[in-house]
T-cell receptor
Framework: DTGVSQDPRHKITKRGQNVTFRCDPI?????LYWYRQTLGQGPEFLTY????????KSRLLSDRFSAERPKGSFSTLEIQRTEQGDSAMYLC?????????????FGDGTRLSIL | AQSVTQLGSHVSVSEGALVLLRCNYSSSVPPYLFWYVQYPNQGLQLLLK??????LVKGINGFEAEFKKSETSFHLTKPSAHMSDAAEYFCAVSENSGGSNYKLTFGKGTLLTVNP
C-alpha cells in the first residue's frame, strides 16, 4: 500500500492556459473521487469513477473540466481555459469497491495557482 | 441533501487540556460519519468513522467521537491535547441513495491550535 499519489504537487499557470493533473490511486481500489478545496473551506465533491466509468459529476464541474480514468487505474483531471476562480487544491481519493462504506484515502493534492 | 456544520472555525487549547470539536449533520437517511485531519500542504488523513453499531467510536492518536442520533451530532474529543495535534479537522458525512457512490460532504473545518 503506497498510498494515493498526485502529480504535480504544485502548478502555477497563466489565466487561459490548460492544465492537467494526474492521480494514481491505491492499487486495486475500484472507486476514485476528485474533490476541490478552496482556502478556508472543506473539500467539495467534483466527480466519481467506478473502475473506468464516470458515474457522477457535480454541478461544480463546468464544461471546462474533464476527467478520465481510461483503464480503471490512474485518473486525469483537465481544466481548459483556466480562470482565477479555478485556483484551489485539487484532491484525489480512492476506496475499495466492495462493501457498503469504505473510508476514502486521500492524496496530498495538487495546488493550482492562476496568475 | 446531506450537510455538515462545524461549530467554531478556530479552537485553541493548552497542551494537556481536553479537546472538543463540534460537528452537527443533516441527512435524509442513516448517515455514515467521518473525521479527517489535515496538516499544512497535505491531504486528509482518516481519524475515525461511524457506520453502524457502537455509537462511541475510537480512532487514531487517542481521538474518539460519539454518534448521537437525537442531537444529530458527532463531536470529536481527546482527553489530553498534544502539540502534534495542531492541525485542521474536518467532519464529513456520506450517504448512499442508490448506486456505488459514497461521496463525502465536508464541513468547513476547525483549526485546532495547541498552546504550550
Amino acid at each position: 500500500d503506497t498510498g494515493v499519489s498526485q502529480d504535480p504537487r504544485h502548478k502555477i499557470t497563466k489565466r487561459g492556459q490548460n492544465v492537467t493533473f494526474r492521480c494514481d490511486p491505491i492499487s486495486e481500489h475500484n472507486r476514485l473521487y476528485w474533490y476541490r478545496q478552496t482556502l478556508g473551506q472543506g473539500p467539495e465533491f467534483l466527480t466519481y469513477f467506478q473502475n473506468e466509468a464516470q458515474l457522477e459529476k457535480s454541478r461544480l464541474l463546468s464544461d471546462r473540466f474533464s476527467a478520465e480514468r481510461p483503464k480503471g487505474s490512474f485518473s486525469t483531471l483537465e481544466i481548459q481555459r483556466t480562470e482565477q476562480g479555478d485556483s484551489a487544491m485539487y484532491l484525489c481519493a480512492s476506496s475499495p469497491g466492495q462493501g457498503a462504506v469504505q473510508p476514502q484515502h486521500f492524496g496530498d493534492g495538487t495546488r493550482l495557482s492562476i496568475l | 441533501a446531506q450537510s455538515v456544520t462545524q461549530l467554531g472555525s478556530h479552537v485553541s487549547v493548552s497542551e494537556g487540556a481536553l479537546v472538543l470539536l463540534r460537528c452537527n449533520y443533516s441527512s435524509s437517511v442513516p448517515p455514515y460519519l467521518f473525521w479527517y485531519v489535515q496538516y499544512p500542504n497535505q491531504g486528509l488523513q482518516l481519524l475515525l468513522k461511524y457506520t453502524t453499531g457502537a455509537t462511541l467510536v475510537k480512532g487514531i492518536n487517542g481521538f474518539e467521537a460519539e454518534f448521537k442520533k437525537s442531537e444529530t451530532s458527532f463531536h470529536l474529543t481527546k482527553p489530553s491535547a498534544h502539540m502534534s495535534d495542531a492541525a485542521e479537522y474536518f467532519c464529513a458525512v456520506s450517504e448512499n441513495s442508490g448506486g456505488s457512490n459514497y461521496k463525502l460532504t465536508f464541513g468547513k473545518g476547525t483549526l485546532l491550535t495547541v498552546n504550550p
